[in-house]
């Protein structure tokens, strides 16, 4: 199994610090405005990564970040009325509603760097007495030229940077590449005591400090978006393996962006599609599918017939998944027809070597395009079977059936193809659902909520949603 480590150039032979465990920091998003497509897609991608190598038999300890104070927080607070805390609370609960929506498990810790100040000064106070830390009016800095290796994830080269857009100018660095560790609180901003003041931690140390916490001063996997790479990630690497002397991280994975009218999707340039519009009028495995249709590292194209387009697909699967689960084996019948003989054994061929295939791309740097062509590919030729003859013999029967097994399966690994058709009522358990809902109804008239909320909970059991209304309770399912 093999990855491609952003720190080496060049894909690598996934070996893990301890055997068949893995251990996995992704940067999570900065909450002062809703997710776009880009959060979206870095989401998803290290999602499959996840349950890929969890699929290989790896114990994956997934930890993903929220940056809950920074500039960017405090100034939509200010200007929004309210308080850091409110903000980034409503929009770590759009988080979980979205990325929920869009299939993403849940990882095994989601730390705030309001929640790490302790480990935050604690790393802060190593490196100062490594003399790799100063402080100017209760600033703290980093000494970037005091780590000799600084630049070998981003390919930097110290003697060739110039003050830019990614970094920050400030008077009382003695060095213009320095970066902030800890920030002196202005007036009407959130503060934390420190020995060096009341103030807040800089962006870049929250995660080496939450990560090392949590995982360990030495990590298998640390991913983000590929705009993370510089300064941020080269920052972490600094401050992290000055303050251990340790590694930090082993393979750096990065997810390439995704863009809009050619350029990169930024909350900053406004030029941005967000997931709340896309979920609107798309469901939230459409959305999964357009943002692993391309390779995870290669820039993603946001177009207004994207998400149609992976509609179709889906659907594709979804109409071959339905009419494969109708087919029941009956007796066996002679095959009076070749060109049936045929399909059902170019089928049968591609069946034998698709989940091999399938695994094979997923090795080669979790190709998920490459994946999927063979799902798709399945459906092809199982549609044309279904084409060829109105009445199948036994052997094309179990071909059919065996592929919608191997379709659910493989799915499963990307997130995919897992949805059951709903279930369709007869005349009987319709009458019966109404009568439940009347007696409902009748129980909650009488305010006894609780055999109402009784009726309600197992009628949700079996696939059937309540829905109260003004005049009356309607249902659907599920």
């Known amino acids: 199994m093999k990855v491609y480590n952003t720190l080496t150039k060049r894909k690598e032979e996934l070996i893990p610090f301890k055997d068949k465990e893995i251990r996995m920091y992704v940067c999570g998003v900065t909450l002062y405005d809703e997710l776009h497509l880009g959060h979206a897609r870095a989401a998803v991608v290290f999602d499959v990564i996840r349950r890929y190598l969890e699929h290989r038999g790896y114990e994956v300890n997934y930890v993903t970040n929220f940056t809950d104070v920074d500039d960017k927080v405090i100034n939509r607070a200010k200007s929004l009325g ?14 979980f509603q979205q990325t929920e929506l869009l299939g993403v498990k849940r990882a095994n810790s989601y730390p705030r760097a309001t929640q790490h100040i302790k480990e935050i000064i604690d790393l802060i106070k190593k490196l ?20 000799p290796s600084y630049g070998k994830l981003s390919g930097q080269d110290l003697k060739e940077l110039s003050v830019g857009a990614r970094v920050q100018v400030n008077e009382r660095k003695e060095d213009p590449l320095d970066f902030a560790l800890w920030k002196k609180a202005k007036e009407g901003e959130p503060f934390w005591d420190s020995p060096w003041g009341k103030g807040r931690p800089g962006w870049h140390i929250e995660c080496s400090a939450m990560a090392m916490n949590l995982l360990g001063e030495s990590i298998d996997i640390h991913g983000g978006g590929e705009d993370l790479i510089f300064p941020h990630h080269e920052n972490e690497i600094a401050q992290s393996e000055a303050a251990s002397g340790r590694r930090f991280a082993k393979y750096w994975i990065h997810n390439g962006l995704v863009k809009m009218k050619d350029q990169k999707m930024a909350k900053s340039t406004r030029n941005v599609f967000t997931l709340s519009q896309a979920l609107q009028d798309y469901d939230g495995e459409t959305v999964r599918l357009f943002l692993l249709s391309a390779h995870y590292r290669s820039p993603l194209d946001y177009h207004e017939n994207s998400l149609k387009e992976a509609k179709s697909s889906l659907e594709r699967v979804y109409n071959i998944l339905k009419r494969l689960k109708e087919i029941k084996e009956e007796q066996s019948q002679k095959i009076t027809d070749p ?31 490459s994946a999927l062509s063979f799902i798709f590919e399945a459906v092809k030729k199982a549609n044309l079977l279904l084409r060829e003859g109105q009445s199948l013999d036994r052997n094309s029967q179990q071909v059919l059936l065996k592929t919608r097994e191997k379709i659910k399966n493989l799915g499963d690994i990307l997130g995919l193809f897992q949805k059951e058709e709903k279930k369709k009522l007869g005349r009987e358990e319709k009458q019966l659902i109404e009568i439940l809902v009347n007696i409902r109804e009748k129980l909650r008239e009488k305010k006894d909520w609780k055999l109402a909320d009784e009726i309600r909970e197992k009628l949700d059991e079996l696939g059937i949603e309540l829905e109260d ?10």
């Open 82 to 95: 309210t308080s850091i805390f409110d903000l980034t609370e409503r929009f770590i609960k759009e988080y």
């Open 128 to 147: 100062e007495a490594k003399n790799l830390a100063y402080v100017q009016d209760g600033d703290v800095f980093f000494r970037v030229r005091g780590f």
């Open 339 to 369: 060109n049936l003989k045929s399909v059902a054994e170019d089928l049968s061929s591609h069946l034998k070597k698709m989940e091999t295939e399938f695994i094979q791309a997923m090795d080669n740097d979790f190709n998920t395009p």
């Open 469 to 478: 209304k003004r005049t009356r309770t309607v249902w659907r399912v599920n």
